[in-house]
């Protein structure tokens, strides 16, 4: 059982370029979540999808879209990668909507955008 | 979200020694959980809390569900090598859809 699975783990960006980071998760979960993760920043929610068809924007959404093609898969978008997007990008997904049960992990995609 | 505050920020301690740390919130928070994360991994959840009160255990992790739900402690006793991470403690209000994250706080443990 694989869990959540993010490709790729590492990228390098020029800045303006653009990139799709995937995620892909197998344990039939409802909702789904992108975190980024700065030093001394924690986690920080960019967008969710409570269910298939649906999604939402977090806490720092600006210059990401997102895509929740199946109930499976929840992709992240970069139109014009930034520096200030350099960062650890972690999809997660959870059996509740709520997400009383937790939420599991995938082990993150490390971007550098120089 | 709502803000976490999340302390001590990092802990360097001898193996052996045991370990607390805690999170606070304004706001009262219906669950709390708390993760740890290993270099170059993601998170993993340690311990839920659903309930005001609670005290659960994990092996030698013990976390607490704060009276007032606007606070929850972990503790680790007898501390090894390869408790070495982040720990994040999170929390759900039912003000927020998504789980509100701490900051996290470094723990090293030396031999």
């Known amino acids: 059982n694989a869990g959540v699975t993010q490709t790729p783990k590492f990228q390098v960006l020029k800045t303006g370029q653009s990139m799709t980071l995937q995620c892909a998760q197998d344990?039939?979960?409802?909702?789904m979540y992108w975190y980024r993760q700065d030093p001394g920043m924690g986690l920080r929610l960019i967008y969710y999808?409570?269910?298939?068809?649906?999604?939402d924007k977090g806490e720092v959404p600006n210059g990401y879209n997102v895509s929740r093609l199946n109930k499976r898969e929840f992709s992240l978008r970069l139109e014009s990668a930034a520096p200030s997007q350099t960062s650890v990008y972690f999809c997660?997904?959870?059996?509740?909507?709520?997400?009383?049960?937790?939420?599991?992990f995938g082990s993150g995609t490390r971007l550098t955008v120089v | 979200g709502q803000q976490l505050n999340q302390s001590p920020q990092s802990m360097f301690i001898q193996e052996g020694e045991d370990v607390s740390m805690n999170c606070t919130s304004s706001?009262?928070?219906?669950?709390w959980l708390w993760y740890k994360q290993d270099p170059g991994e993601g998170p993993v959840l340690l311990i839920a809390?659903?309930?005001?009160?609670e005290l659960t255990s994990n092996g030698r992790l013990t976390a607490q569900f704060g009276i007032t739900r606007k606070d929850s402690f972990l503790n680790i006793s007898a501390s090894i090598p390869s408790d070495v991470g982040i720990y994040f403690c999170?929390?759900?209000?039912?003000?927020?859809?998504?789980?509100?994250f701490g900051k996290g706080t470094s723990l090293l443990v030396t031999p």
């Open positions: 809390l659903y309930k005001a009160g």
């Open positions: 344990m039939n979960h409802n909702s």
């Open positions: 997660a997904s959870s059996e509740w909507d709520r997400g009383n049960y937790g939420y599991t």
């Open positions: 999170a929390g759900y209000s039912n003000s927020g859809y998504a789980l509100n």
């Open positions: 999808s409570a269910s298939e068809g649906t999604t």
């Open positions: 706001s009262i928070f219906n669950t």
